[in-house]
């Protein structure tokens, strides 16, 4: 899409070029999207809020029968703790299911400005082959999604938080997870957004997630800490503890041997590097460029 087509369109049309993000989560009866049964679906929609923060919207769910001589493998079953023939689950065929939450998927497209939605999952690839494959064997029509691109919190949570478990990265970004809730579609679905909205308003706010926050203003050539401005000097700072507006300065970080080169666009270390760099040196050098007008100066 040219630049020139996403003027006038909402935040999240000009944020996502024009593609809505919508997290969905599906429990199944095994791994084969063709044979094996979609048990249940959960769907959250994002929107931009006034701030310009992506944000959860509503949530869509819906328990699924098993379609005709669909394959149940135990395990999965044992592993998701789902009887697919409760009588009290409540499950609809799966035409009444898509609709149920894919319908308001296509009303948030629209209202929205953007074009298509665009699955965001963990593990999405797996989401969106169930999808995908249930629309067209129960002869949905109009799947909102894009057949085949999308966002997955594995690689994202990989790059922000060196973490690929859902659970082990929402812990580390500092939310809670809760393992008796775990393998219900929206409990991970919600869980999943929360972190996908997490880590794309880390970028928003001008941070990167999982970094130990620390250096010099590069514009004021003063010795700051990001973030909580009463925390004491040098302590890593997770980036969940971060106010919503908090705004990260620019500023460059070097270690005294030189590794890092000091200039005018923010460079951070990872929080583990700089506590290992700390361990092995007497202090760190904190360096401005010189053109500041300021000298090298180290903190012991």
């Keep these: ?40 679906i959960a769907v959250v929609i994002l929107e931009m809020n006034g701030q310009g923060l992506l944000v959860p919207l509503a949530t869509h769910a819906c328990h699924v029968e098993p379609f005709p001589d669909a394959r149940l493998d135990p395990k999965a079953l044992a592993f998701n703790g789902i009887d697919p023939y409760h009588p009290f689950r409540g499950a609809l065929p799966e035409l009444e299911a898509l609709h149920q939450v894919l319908d308001p998927v296509r009303q948030s497209v629209k209202s929205s400005g953007c074009k298509r939605a665009i699955l965001v999952g963990h593990n999405a690839a797996f989401d969106l082959g169930f999808v995908n494959a249930a629309s067209h064997r129960a002869g949905y029509k109009r799947n909102p999604f894009h057949p085949f691109s999308t966002f997955d919190t594995v690689s994202l949570a990989g790059l922000a938080l060196g973490e ?124 401005i460029p010189a053109s500041t007008g300021h000298t090298d100066q180290t903190e012991q």
């Design 164 to 287: 690929t478990v859902l659970a082990q990265a929402l812990m580390a970004a500092g939310f809670p997870w809760d393992n008796r809730e775990a393998h219900s579609a929206i409990y991970d679905a919600e869980k999943t957004a929360t972190l996908f909205c997490w880590i794309v308003n880390q970028w928003r706010l001008g941070r990167s997630p999982g970094l130990a926050l620390r250096g010099f203003d590069t514009q004021q050539g003063a010795l700051v800490d990001t973030g909580y401005p009463d925390q004491p000097p040098g302590q890593t700072i997770r980036a969940a503890d971060f106010p919503e507006q908090a705004v990260q300065p620019q500023f460059s970080l070097a270690i005294d041997d030189g590794l890092i080169e000091p200039d005018h666009t923010a460079h951070m270390l990872p929080a583990p590097a700089i506590e290992e760099g700390l361990r092995g040196m007497d202090g760190m050098a904190l360096k």
């Design 1 to 40: 899409m040219q630049d020139y087509e996403l003027k006038g369109k909402t935040m999240i049309a000009r944020r996502f070029r024009g593609y809505l993000p919508v997290v969905v989560d599906v429990e199944t009866g095994g791994f084969d999207s063709r044979q094996d049964a979609l048990l249940e």
